[in-house]
């Protein structure tokens, strides 16, 4: 499961401070404890006794005497001392409590508090050495209040709500603290690779990308940046191309055009200046082919305004159910019958769905598409073109065939992408050829995201018997 840039901060915030509370909570058990535990520690009661043991070693007498030595020593002091025997102890710290269990070992007493008494700190019980066992009873006379817990000192510890209140709070901070800190580290670490990557963008290297490493609302905003980027990538790439045709396209066309525009010249030169030399008949001729040259740049301006539009890079197809079957059977009906007026009998073959074949699409452009590779196959073929339309789930396939005698290398290479030189037909007519059609049909049909090759059909002897053209329609 991914969690999301509010949940994973959520989550570490409550992990530090649980964390930090853990901590504190076991300082403060471990306070607890220890200020439940008796003290076995009181250096000055110990000395105390310590020095009983040594005085009775020393002289060899008793250690009852060696303790009334002791006490007659402190006298002036606010030491106050007993000595008990086990019984003796044992009434003194009550059923409860447990007696010292080795030499100068000792435990504080609770304090009996008396009017008037000052606080101070509270009896030790220590025993002596030797045996029987014989334990002394130390008591201050009051004094100065202890400064804080220390040896010796009152029984109790900290408070466990103020405590707790406190490392409560602490934990908190803390925890807010540390997570807030991570994450606007992490933060700055991406705000950094953002400002590089647009820094690149800047420069002109319309191929650098946000790195997406997480899929949270930081990784969804990147991932959206690099789909912006990828468009900008394919538009600003788009006009470059489109660019690039146009330059091309205007510099074969301004080299082509200088024939036709010298021709009509000539033509419309001859019938001004000698127009009472020509007969007739030479007139009717030159007023034909300067009709046909007019025709010829009628066709040229519909062409380039036609490929001006379709490849702008902001041009949208408009898009409508087009019954594409009933196109293709019209297109061709009206290719056939005009192939055919003009005395030339072409077989047409043709592989149609029974049922409707639908696409979304233009449909000017669509006829367009199809009548110009009709027209194409129908001007090379010798007798015979083949129409077939395939349809499946994802996309239209439509492969037009001659029996012409295909194309060059270069022919191959330039279909779609190159202006062919103006020829005249083979149509009776003669009709001046203006050379774009392949060019418009590939624009076409990359307008609705197809794609149009074609190829030379070759015999098993790797003859040429024609050519094929292929086009494919995605259905959307």
Do not use: C, W
Not at 365 to 376: G, I, Q
């Amino acid at each position: 499961m991914r969690l999301s840039l509010y949940h994973r901060q959520l989550l570490l915030s409550v992990t530090v401070t649980l964390l930090i509370l853990a901590i504190g909570s076991a300082g403060l058990f471990m306070a607890m404890r220890l200020s439940r535990e008796p003290r076995t520690f009181n250096p000055p009661h110990t000395s105390n006794a310590k020095v009983i043991s040594a005085i009775s070693a020393e002289f060899q007498i008793p250690r009852e005497r060696a303790f009334e030595l002791l006490r007659e020593a402190h006298s002036n002091s606010p030491l106050e001392m007993s000595l008990l025997t086990e019984s003796q102890a044992r009434e003194e710290i009550g059923s409860s409590g447990r007696l010292p269990v080795i030499p100068f070992d000792a435990i504080p007493l609770e304090r009996k508090s008396k009017t008037g008494d000052r606080p101070g700190p509270p009896p030790s019980l220590v025993r002596l050495a030797g045996e029987p066992a014989l334990f002394v009873l130390m008591t201050m006379r009051g004094g100065p209040a202890p400064g804080g817990r220390g040896p010796g000192g009152p029984p109790g510890g900290p408070n466990p709500f103020i405590f707790n209140t406190i490392i409560l709070a602490i934990s908190v901070l803390a925890g807010s603290s540390i997570s807030l800190f991570l994450l606007f580290n992490s933060m700055r670490t991406e705000a950094k690779e953002a400002g590089a990557i647009i820094e690149e963008l800047k420069r002109g290297n319309l191929k650098a990308r946000m790195p997406v490493k997480k899929m949270d609302e930081v990784g969804k905003l990147m991932l959206e940046f690099n789909r912006m980027a990828d468009e900008i990538d394919r538009l600003v790439q788009g006009i470059k191309d489109s660019e690039q045709s146009r330059m091309a396209l205007l510099q074969e066309l301004a080299h082509d055009l200088r024939t036709p525009v010298a021709s009509l010249k000539n033509l419309l030169e001859t019938m001004s200046f000698r127009a009472g030399e020509i007969s007739s008949e030479t007139r009717e001729e030159l007023l034909s082919l300067s009709v046909r040259e007019v025709e010829y740049f009628e066709r040229l301006v519909e062409d380039l305004l036609l490929l001006a539009q379709v490849t702008e890079p902001k041009y949208r197809v408009e898009r409508k159910q087009v019954d594409l079957d009933e196109l293709i059977e019209e297109e061709l009906e009206l290719v056939t019958t005009r192939y055919i007026s003009q005395g030339q009998s072409k077989t047409v073959l043709k592989s149609l769905p029974h049922e409707g074949v639908n696409l979304l699409g233009d449909t000017h452009l669509l006829r367009r598409l199809v009548r110009n590779a009709l027209e194409n196959a129908f001007s090379f073929a010798e007798s015979e073109v083949t129409l077939k339309l395939i349809s499946t789930p994802t996309q239209i396939l439509i492969t037009i065939q001659d029996d012409g005698p295909g194309l060059s290398d270069e022919g191959l290479a330039a279909f779609g992408y190159k202006r062919i030189t103006r020829f005249m037909s083979g149509e009776q007519d003669g009709r001046l050829s203006v050379g774009l059609g392949s060019v418009i049909m590939r624009a076409i049909t990359s307008a609705h995201a197809g794609t149009l090759s074609i190829k030379n059909r070759l015999d098993a002897q790797g003859t040429k018997r024609g050519a094929e053209v292929e086009i494919i329609l995605a259905i959307s």
